[in-house]
């Protein structure tokens, strides 16, 4: 079960808020694969959403996956300290600006033989007159335009421990947001920062599956392997929606002591074990199931 490499897995949560049940078996899915395959583990915060995220929340998330035994491999490193990273990786990429509001794209994604949930490309070949226009307009309102990667492909396949070979729709999505914050976004960050922390094993909530195809297409234009995909079953609440905080009682400080939690952990993914320790003396990913689990409160 221990085969070796250099490579690793990671957990990387969004300190908007205390984990709950459905985060913390995800947490413990990716601490598992990675350690059962002997690779290091380690932890990133996604803190790039600056209204959302706190570092109060991150400390909290950092303190639960210690309780329940999830040691990690060097130090946690944070998207909010790694802008020059990302505009270095943007300098390799092929972008354009985009001036679109939502109401545009939105309006935009109506009209006939529009793609659903695709960006049309409605300012990909504007002439440069035309983007010094938007430009200063967008200028007058202390706003600045979005960058958006030029795609040359529709689609692209990745392959999935569980979902096989999986291929989506790629896009001109956006990699830096327009407006007034100009933030990174999310699908740019995580391949820069994946790459950065040697990561080459991805286990994540098969909620994302969705938009690694768009992932795995900007590593490759930045020369970057893809890493092996494991997108988990959510945990799901009774109405079969993904579980949330709103839930009730599904976050650690509501749950009860941490080896409790562990043993119901366990026992959410078909094993009986009192530590992640003794856990990870049973795991065997290739038995890990394609169902949902059901929270029941």
């Known amino acids: ?44 915060v996604e803190d790039i959403d600056k209204q959302r995220s706190s570092r109060a929340a991150a400390e909290r998330q950092l303190a639960d996956l210690a309780a329940l035994g999830l ?107 327009g407006g007034q914050d100009g933030g990174w976004a999310y699908n740019f960050t995580v391949v820069v920062d994946d790459a950065y922390q040697g990561i080459d094993q991805v286990v994540r909530g098969d909620d994302l599956l969705s938009s690694t195809p768009r992932q795995a297409y900007l590593a490759s234009l930045l020369g970057i392997a893809p890493p092996t995909y494991v997108h988990v079953p959510l945990v799901l609440n009774s109405a079969g929606k993904r579980l949330a905080k709103r839930d009730g009682a599904v976050t650690m400080r509501d749950m009860g002591k941490p080896g409790d939690i562990v043993k119901q952990l366990a026992l959410s993914l078909g094993y009986a074990a009192e530590s992640a320790a003794e856990l990870l003396t049973q795991f065997r990913p290739e038995e890990l199931t394609r169902e949902p689990y059901i929270w029941r409160a």
């Open 1 to 44: 079960m221990n085969s070796a490499t250099t490579g690793a897995g990671r957990y990387a949560p969004s300190p908007s808020g205390d984990l709950h049940f459905g985060n913390l078996r995800t947490a413990l899915l990716a601490w598992l694969y990675a350690r059962a395959t002997g690779r290091r583990f380690v932890v990133r």
């Open 71 to 177: 040691e990690w491999d060097g130090e946690v490193i944070y998207q909010q300290d790694r802008d020059d990273a990302y505009a270095a990786a943007l300098e390799q990429l092929p972008v354009y600006e985009c001036y679109c509001t939502r109401k545009d794209i939105h309006e935009a994604s109506r009209a006939p033989h529009a793609l659903p949930g695709q960006y049309p490309g409605t300012c990909r070949a504007l002439s440069d007159a035309q983007r010094a226009t938007k430009r200063a307009q967008l200028a007058a309102d202390n706003r600045q335009p979005a960058l958006r990667l030029r795609a040359d492909v529709s689609t692209f396949t990745i392959h999935d421990v569980l979902h096989g070979d999986y291929t989506g729709d790629v896009d001109d999505f956006i990699l830096r947001r």
